[in-house]
């Protein structure tokens, strides 16, 4: 399959089966999609209408020879291919705590309480039985990951600190490694908890949404005020201290600020480089949720973006945006391409009631309760039904372009919308395609400047 398309104002083709990128005049742009329309023997004839006809013949030749070479038109079909249920569990994500010190309107774990009403911390003790847990699952997996989540996770500092303490000297029991990560609002950020952060966390994720009226508009406190001014200058320090690396800020745009542009770009400018901006994932009977009606706006933002990204990249105002970050020479093996994040198979969740669900976002619905890290249980008959469900099962994804790059999209949010995770939810999709088509003719760019 090849993909021909347009972003930031160039031609390009992407040839899905080898991920072979490539930057196209209009002369082969307009000739490779009279090639993929079956155009055969008049192609020259029609080209010389546009074109002069011997710039119209080197250019056909040119692609009928790349087409020979196997370099565009290579076969995408990974039907045989073998991806062999391990049982292995390589990745946790540890709620420290089912409460929130901030009351986020878009929150899907509904302010920390996961719909389970009940507001609650991970003891110490189960938080070590999660790692036994971990350990006891990875078989020979030597790095493994876990992520302190909430709610807010630093609401219950002394227990992280605690746990953490108990996974070093697990390493030393068992060969193991672990990358100790942390997602904060970084409302309880102080000097001795970022000391701790940039001393035992692999990364951290700070949740800050963009400019103040943004911000403040969907994370408010508890006492309905803004947020904004109280985590900036926490999040600066943090930063700071860490010197730029291993972390990411991550916020979420919705309907009322689909000029996120902006909000990238404001982080930028408060000296922050590593970003990502998420679009909010709801039922449109909120009216923040992004509809089909605001995707080309969306797109369209996506692409003034990522103009001004290249720009400013080129000229010394540095920043990494998540979705626009693709590696086309070392990037994921090819089983990570078909089975994405692993939700359920390789990485799960644990409540700070030490229950087990594929992810964060799976917690408190029916039916998806894996089990217990203080019992010890695990029901592999849902494990295996996460690890079929990769991007080579789902129908819908058999024809799409990009299904190599997102892996069949996200579970929980198909599961929400469908009640399926093999059936992926569209308006994720959609959004998606346009980012990774951003990000192909970003990198197509980056790599002609360097040449």
Known sequence: ????????????????????????????????????????????????????????????????????????????????????????????????????????????ADTGEYHMQNRSLLSAGTGKKALDWLVAHSGNRRNLEVDFFGGEPLMNFPVIREVVAYGRELEKQ????????????????????????????????????????????????PGGKGSYDLVMGKAKALVAKRGQRNYYLRGTFTRHNLDFAQDVLHLAEEGFEQLSIEPVVTDESHDYAIRPEDLPKVFEEYEKLGKEYVKRRADGRWFNFFHFMVDLSGGPCLKKRLTGCGAGNEYVAVTAQGDIYPCHQFVGREGMRMG????????????????????????????????????????????????????????????????????LAIYALEQQEKN
């Not at 080898?18 to 005049?25: A, E, F, I, T, W």
């Not at 009279?34 to 011997?54: M, N, Q, S, V």
């Not at 952060?197 to 911000?215: A, C, F, P, T, W």
């Open 1 to 108: 399959m090849i993909h021909l398309f347009r972003a930031l104002d160039k031609p390009m083709a992407l040839d899905v089966g080898s991920g072979g990128v490539y930057g196209l005049d209009e002369a082969a742009f307009d000739a490779l999609s009279l090639i993929l329309e079956g155009e055969a023997e008049d192609i020259i004839e029609k080209l010389a209408e546009k074109y002069p006809r011997e710039e119209a013949a080197e250019v056909v030749a040119e692609l009928r020879r790349l087409m020979k070479a196997g370099y565009l038109g290579t076969s995408d079909d990974y039907s045989d291919v073998e991806l062999a249920d391990t049982g292995v569990v390589k990745a946790m994500c540890l709620h420290a705590a089912h409460d929130c010190n901030l009351r986020c309107q878009y929150c899907f």
């Open 372 to 439: 217990s890290v203080l019992d010890g249980s695990f029901d592999t008959s849902i494990q295996q039904k996460f690890q079929h469900n990769h991007v080579l099962g789902k129908e819908k994804c058999a024809a799409c372009w990009a299904r190599f790059y997102c892996s069949g999209g996200c579970a929980a949010n198909a599961h929400a919308f469908h009640g399926d995770i093999s059936q992926p939810y569209d308006m994720e999709c959609q959004m998606e395609r346009k980012r990774m088509e951003c990000a």
């Open 174 to 221: 068992h060969g193991k490694v672990f990358k100790f990560t942390t997602t904060t609002n970084a409302v309880a950020l102080n000097d001795e908890v970022i000391d701790f952060l940039n001393r035992e966390m692999d990364n951290v994720v700070i949740s800050l949404d963009g400019r103040r009226e943004v911000h403040d508009r969907m994370r408010p406190t």
